[in-house]
């Protein structure tokens, strides 16, 4: 499976970065720096430094971010990591990165509302050991759809060696789902597997896969 | 200029349109009316920065020409004041630092000091910034320093709250610094000429280092309380930063004109503030330290020609009779208990450098400070002393300083950990200063 994790100053993903070893069979780490902070650096030094001052300061925080980045590409093992840093906007950088590369999954520890428009699923991992998820499923329209979610939901669960099973409110048309899963009355486990569309309220603690 | 700084100037003139409009309050003229509307126009140009503050001075100096308010002569009049050419002097003195590399020097001899235990290095950081701002502009300082700082904290990891604690110990160092001499700050020269001008009240550079650096002296031990307590530092290992041989002729020289520029400052009161670091930015350009290139580069205009639009504010408001009427009208509202007035005078200066430049805050806060000290008969010096030290804070927010953008830009912290800190540090920065004006300052006779 081919992992994009962003790494951003504000969001930085421990507990994703601590997962991919079981997840991931390569890894794209998108390390990005902040275009408009740094611009707004830019413009408050320019503003007021002298140009002494201010010569090095963009490039100095820029080297000391690129440091930053490879020691965050060295605290991953045995999985191969393609580095990318750039300094840009945190959803458009992820977005030109997706289209780039195509990876299978977006791994990230922070539930953001921008995320969902992503054309990528996404993981957002509360950390802790996964031993159970289930996958949420509240309408069977687009059932095509559900059943490729759920595919590839079985796999995210194998790789990390957690029971799957799907809970399907609704009492009509069980038997649509019955081959493709355990279906269960109620959510199990520390993940939770949401169709984007179909996403609803989560506990906070529960890591989401969002496809 | 985007789309939303367009909107945003455009707001900006509405505000100004509205104020044409608005029927004339009772007591006030026409002038004073519009003098208020520029108030209310130029702080919205300050927080909302659609243009930089050196042309949203610009633009406020040139407003009460068209308005027939006042004539060019007067309004480009106001500009013509020492404290301009203090600023211009005191930005060449900081350039031959820089230049001579002395700057670097201090940095290594204080943080070897310092190295001891992660607390201490803390501390070291706090002295090194505040000790530079004294006579750099903090913002500088803070570029000057990062890169130093930055190394030493090479192994240190980020996220740690050693790497936290150092690189808010370094903004918050300059910030504290800044409020102690006239050099750390546009705001202080402003302040002493806001005082002369309009009311014949003349600080030395001794004055403002006597009322102001205790500011100084008790804030920097309780800011590194507040760090290392909200943030409490891990043990680490500074990163050795490269040794400088011995001190350089060039460094001789600075420290010599250093020297000789405070000994001027503080005992020939009748030169002024502004000719001494005249005479000693000469002296650096006669000595090779500076060449007139170096001068060119080392003019942050920005900020010289906010000051201009500084100015116009705080001497049109008086001269109108606006910040007195403004002054009436608050204290009709809030009483006249003086305490509670400059409680309240620091608390919305502090918010209001928090959101917008400390020169710009002090500049708006400043004509209405002191016009509501001489309503209700409380020392003018006292208060605008008060509020100007008060606008040299800015802890919690990134916006708060250049300095706190540029430390977080490192990535050592996010802002819910300056918010911590600086949330603190603003409060007992308000009590400090209040303390200062209740109780320290009329014991030294200030008056």
Known sequence: MRCLIPVHQELYPKNSLKRTEKLCDEI?????????????????????????????????????????????????????????????????????????????????DSHLRGLINLDAPIWIDRGGEIRECTMIVTSLRKIGKIKRAIEFAKNVCDRLSASFYIYYPNTQEKNILEPLGKIVDSARGEAVVFLKEQMQRVPEDKTLLLI | MNERKTVYLAIAFLILIIFYFLPQPAGLSYEGKMMLGILVFGAFLFISEALPLGMAGLLVMVIPPILGMFSPQEVFGFFGNEAVFFLIGAFMLAAGVQKSGLHQRIASYILKAFGKSSK??????????????????????????????????????????????????????????????????????????????????????????????????????????????????????????????????????VIGVLILTFLILFTIRSWGIAVAVIIGAVLLFVFGILSWKDIEK???????????????????????????????????IIGTNPYVILLILLVITVLMTELMSHAAAVALMLPIAAGMASVIGMSVLVVSMAVALAGGFGYALLMGTPGNIMTYS??????????????????????????????????????
């Open chain 2, 120 to 253: 201490i290095y803390i501390l070291g950081i706090l002295v090194l910034a505040a000790s530079l701002s004294f006579i750099i502009s903090e913002h500088a300082v803070v570029a000057l320093l990062l890169p130093i700082i930055g190394i030493s904290l090479l192994n240190v990891e980020k996220g740690s709250n050693m790497g936290k604690a150092g690189m808010i110990a370094l903004t918050y160092g300059a910030t504290a610094g800044s409020v102690g001499t006239l050099m750390g700050g546009a705001r202080n020269p402003y302040t002493v000429a806001y005082l002369a001008e309009n009311y014949g009240i003349h600080l030395s550079f001794l004055d403002w280092l006597a009322m102001a650096l205790p500011v100084t002296l008790i804030m920097l031990p309780i800011l590194w309380m507040i760090i290392i307590n909200v943030h409490k530092p891990e043990e680490f290992i500074a990163t050795k930063i490269e040794k400088k041989g011995k001190i350089e002729n060039k460094e001789w020289i």
């Open chain 2, 298 to 332: 080392s003019m942050p205009w920005g900020i010289i020609l906010l000051y201009g639009g500084a100015m116009t504010l705080g001497k049109g408001l008086q001269l109108t009779g606006a910040s007195q009427w403004l002054a009436s009208s608050i204290v009709g």
């Open chain 1, 28 to 108: 794209v780490l998108l390390y990005i720096v902040d275009k408009k902070l740094m611009d707004k650096v830019q413009s408050e030094a320019s503003y007021i430094l002298p140009s002494f001052a201010l010569q090095n300061v963009e490039e100095f925080i820029l080297n000391m971010h690129r440091q930053e980045a490879e020691k965050v590409k060295n605290s991953i093992r045995n999985v191969p990591v393609e580095l990318r840093f750039v300094k840009g906007e945190y959803y458009e950088s992820i977005e030109r990165e997706i289209l780039r590369n195509s990876p299978d999954i977006l791994m990230t």
């Open chain 2, 410 to 447: 490192t990535g050592y912290f996010k802002q819910k950990d300056i918010m911590k800190t600086g949330v603190l540090a603003d409060m007992i920065g308000i009590g400090v200063v209040f303390f200062m004006a209740t109780v320290l300052w009329p014991l030294m006779g200030v008056v």
